[in-house]
T-cell receptor
Framework: DQQVKQNSPSLSVQEGRISILNCDYT??????FLWYKKYPAEGPTFLIS?????DKNEDGRFTVFLNKSAKHLSLHIVPSQPGDSAVYFC???????????FGKGTRLSVIA | DGGITQSPKYLFRKEGQNVTLSCEQN?????MYWYRQDPGQGLRLIYY???????QKGDIAEGYSVSREKKESFPLTVTSAQKNPTAFYLC???????????FGSGTQLSVL
């Protein structure tokens, strides 16, 4: 049973517009959520995270929103740039050094 | 520079052979993790270790073994019992504070 779901395998967005990537989770014990960006044949790089005590976290062009009642989070990228084209993974965990549980990823293509 | 080093970048395994993937970190992190990525799939947890001389199975531990004799090192052995070993393997580490996981650059394992 998938605890973290990214239901859109791919997304195409025009350069300069907003990219919205969505993620749903089922385990109510998760209290920390992260987004990673990954290029082929490379390790994921950390983008942004959010604790369950918040509903929004912003870092430059990246904003993550958390809706605990809906068990849903989203990553907004504004404005989107061609260099943002990559696979984005949503991940969730509980407090402590517990493993991350990953979604299957969404491939974002930003078209110039 | 602190970081996680995975080696080799590419590895080939013959039928019936055991191979070992190396993961070393100089971040002084307590916890280390091994994930496997298959095309179109998320990252699935193989094994993790929260402290030296201790490790736990993840979701797909069958056919794999690990050791954690030193804080800096967490090698993964892909045994002949793993019938479908071709995948991209990622090592990660973390400290409890901040919850971020830092990833290595990965090892692509293929079967000859």
């Amino acid at each position: 049973d998938q605890q973290v779901k990214q239901n859109s395998p791919s997304l195409s967005v025009q350069e300069g517009r907003i990219s919205i990537l969505n993620c749903d989770y089922t385990n109510s014990m998760f209290d920390y959520f992260l987004w990673y960006k990954k290029y082929p044949a490379e390790g994921p790089t950390f983008l942004i995270s959010i604790s369950s005590i918040k509903d929004k976290n912003e870092d430059g062009r990246f904003t993550v929103f958390l809706n605990k009642s809906a068990k849903h989070l989203s990553l907004h990228i504004v404005p989107s740039q061609p260099g943002d084209s990559a696979v984005y993974f949503c991940a969730a965990t509980r407090s402590g050094n517990t493993p991350l549980v990953f979604g299957k990823g969404t491939r974002l293509s930003v078209i110039a | 520079d602190g970081g996680i080093t995975q080696s080799p970048k590419y590895l080939f395994r013959k039928e019936g052979q055991n191979v070992t993937l190396s993961c070393e970190q100089n971040l002084n992190h307590d916890a280390m993790y091994w994930y496997r990525q298959d095309p179109g799939q998320g990252l699935r947890l193989i094994y993790y270790s929260q402290i030296v001389n201790d490790f736990q199975k993840g979701d797909i531990a069958e056919g794999y073994s690990v050791s954690r004799e030193k804080k800096e090192s967490f090698p993964l052995t892909v045994t002949s019992a793993q019938k479908n070993p071709t995948a991209f393997y990622l090592c990660a580490s973390s400290i409890e504070e901040g919850q971020k996981r830092f990833f290595g650059s990965g090892t692509q394992l293929s079967v000859l």
